[in-house]
C-alpha cells in the first residue's frame, strides 16, 4: 500500500481544532494543490474564498451554526463559478446561457474534486478538516456575506486547522453494494439494514439515529429553499 493510499483510507473528519494558525506556506501549498484536481475542460468553474478573520468566521457561525467554523484556522468556501465563464464568452458571443442542470453540474462536480484534493492535501501535511455542505441551506444569506456576484454560488465549505481530536475511521459500505461488474445491481433493503448495525456499533452510545433514518429526514421532505431562490437571483436557474 502507497503512503498516498493509506493517507486515503485513514481520513476521518475533524471539527475540534487547536488554536493554531496554519502557516502562508502550507496554505498556499494547500490551495495550489487542490488547484491540481481535473476540471471539465479545464474551464476551472469554482473558486475559492479563504477566511482567516475570526470577524467573518463569527458571522458565518450565525449563519451556519457549525462550531468547527469558529473553530477553524482557515475556513474555505467553494463556490460553484460561472463568473469568469461569462467574460470569457463575451469576447467571441453575445449569446451566455449557464441555466440549467449541467452547469450546476460542471460547477459542482469541478468544486468537489477541488476540494477533496485539497483536504487530502491538508491531511498530509498534518492538518484535518470537515467538509461543511450545510452552508447551501443558507445560500443567499451565505452569498451575500462573501458578495457573490452572479453566476455563483456557494458548494460547501471546508473547515481546517490542527487536530484537537481523533476519531476512529467510519465504516463505509462494503465495497460489493457500490462497485458493480459491468451493470448496476439493485440492492435489497436487508442490505440498508445490515449497514444500519455496522453504523450503530461504530458510533456506540453516540447514536442517536440510524444511518437509514438520517436518509429519511434528508430525503423525505422537499429541498431546502434558499439554494433554489440563490441560484435563481444568480441567473444559474
Do not use: C
Amino acid at each position: 500500500m502507497t503512503e498516498t493510499i493509506k493517507l486515503m483510507k485513514a481520513h476521518t473528519s475533524v471539527r475540534r481544532f487547536k488554536e493554531q494558525e496554519i502557516p502562508q506556506a502550507d496554505l498556499e501549498e494547500i490551495l495550489t494543490a487542490g488547484q491540481m484536481a481535473s476540471s471539465w475542460k479545464n474551464f476551472q468553474s469554482y473558486s475559492v474564498i479563504l477566511v482567516r478573520s475570526q470577524e467573518k468566521k463569527d458571522a458565518l457561525y450565525e449563519l451556519v451554526p457549525q462550531e468547527a467554523i469558529r473553530q477553524s484556522a482557515a475556513f474555505l468556501l467553494f463556490v460553484g463559478d460561472l463568473n469568469r465563464a461569462e467574460k470569457g464568452a463575451s469576447l467571441h458571443t453575445d449569446t451566455f446561457q449557464p441555466q440549467g442542470v449541467e452547469g450546476l453540474l460542471i460547477t459542482s462536480v469541478d468544486a468537489a474534486l477541488t476540494g477533496q484534493n485539497t483536504l487530502l492535501a491538508a491531511e498530509s501535511l498534518g492538518y484535518g478538516g470537515v467538509i461543511i455542505g450545510l452552508v447551501r441551506y443558507k445560500s443567499e444569506e451565505v452569498a451575500a456575506l462573501f458578495n457573490l456576484p452572479d453566476y455563483t454560488y456557494p458548494v460547501f465549505g471546508i473547515a481546517l486547522g490542527v487536530p484537537n481530536q481523533q476519531h476512529d475511521v467510519k465504516p463505509r459500505l462494503p465495497l460489493n453494494q457500490v462497485v458493480f461488474e459491468e451493470e448496476y445491481q439493485e440492492q435489497p433493503v436487508e442490505a440498508i439494514l445490515d449497514y444500519d448495525q455496522v453504523q450503530a456499533d461504530y458510533a456506540g452510545a453516540r447514536a442517536s439515529t440510524s444511518w437509514s433514518q438520517r436518509l429519511a429526514e434528508q430525503f423525505g421532505q422537499a429541498e431546502p429553499s434558499s439554494t433554489r431562490k440563490n441560484l435563481e437571483q444568480k441567473k444559474l436557474l
